[in-house]
């Protein structure tokens, strides 16, 4: 009898340390879980701030060339005033996004979205030899955080141009209703992305751009802007879908719904 209650202290014992271990297990994990979700969206900040940097840059080098060019340099400086207004407002998204903080979402058009991408790009496609087509009506829709949507716009238009550089082809951007969704479609006519890569290409620093293949004036291919692209779109209850072929090009296709069953992120 004696050796039987014994036995049962002992392992309430046992049961009383493991329960303290598993309680300090799960602290240190809530503290982890916070320095990944710090380190994840310092990588996505890097990653959107530099979108904007890059082509800022060799617009104000131009200038730097051509000092004589008053409108070429009133050119840099609106472009350099409205992309550090749009970072800072990308920097407050981000990290209220990181935080878990409540975004309000509001009635956006995508034609507007995407303008407002190219606009923000500074680039001029066809110094690359890529041909922009759009299809998108003028009153399409979407309820959606627009600066969010407007990065997943801009990191697919990049990664689009990315992989058509150095010889160039066409970038298209369809929207349109589909059913009680509204899908946006970027395609592109470039590399493709081999079929073993497409499982893992929304995964977190995964890519597929190495050093050596990246043509000069790319993307830095961190592996976290389709990443952050799918975090963003989940968060509005839609989807993001890749079809691709190498050497033929890919797709992503974003679908959301037209009102959600909430109305903050």
Not at 127 to 145: A, G, R
Not at 167 to 194: F, H, M, N
Not at 226 to 251: T, W, Y
């Amino acid at each position: 009898m004696t050796s039987i209650i014994e036995k049962r202290l002992s392992l309430h014992q046992r049961l009383a340390e493991q329960e303290q271990e598993n309680r300090a297990l799960k602290s240190q994990n809530t503290q982890l879980q916070a320095l990944a979700t710090l380190g994840s969206a310092t990588c996505m900040i890097a990653h959107e701030i530099n979108n904007l940097l890059t082509p800022l840059t060799t617009y104000a080098a131009l200038a730097v060339q051509n000092p004589d060019d008053a409108a070429l340099a009133k050119k840099v400086l609106d472009k350099t005033v409205r992309n550090c207004k749009r970072a800072s407002r990308i920097m407050q998204s981000m990290l209220a996004m990181a935080n878990g903080q409540d975004r309000q979402q509001e009635s956006a058009r995508v034609r507007a979205m995407v303008d407002e991408v190219f606009t923000c790009l500074c680039r001029d496609f066809a110094k690359d030899s890529i041909v922009v087509q759009t299809s998108i009506p003028e009153d399409l829709q979407v309820d959606c955080v627009p600066i969010q949507m407007e990065q997943v716009l801009m990191n697919l238009v990049l990664n689009a141009r990315d992989a058509m550089l150095p010889g160039g082809g066409i970038l298209k951007i369809v929207a349109g209703e589909d059913g009680d969704q509204v899908s946006i479609t970027v395609s592109d006519t470039g590399r493709g992305i081999p079929p073993e890569h497409l499982p893992d290409i929304f995964r977190p620093f995964f890519t597929t751009k190495t050093q050596k293949d990246r043509p000069a004036g790319s993307n830095s291919g961190s592996g976290v802007g389709l990443a952050f692209c799918r975090r963003i779109v989940d968060a509005h209850q839609g989807q993001i879908d890749v079809a691709s072929q190498p050497g033929k090009g890919s797709s992503f296709t974003i679908r959301l719904p037209r009102k959600p069953s909430h109305d903050r992120l």
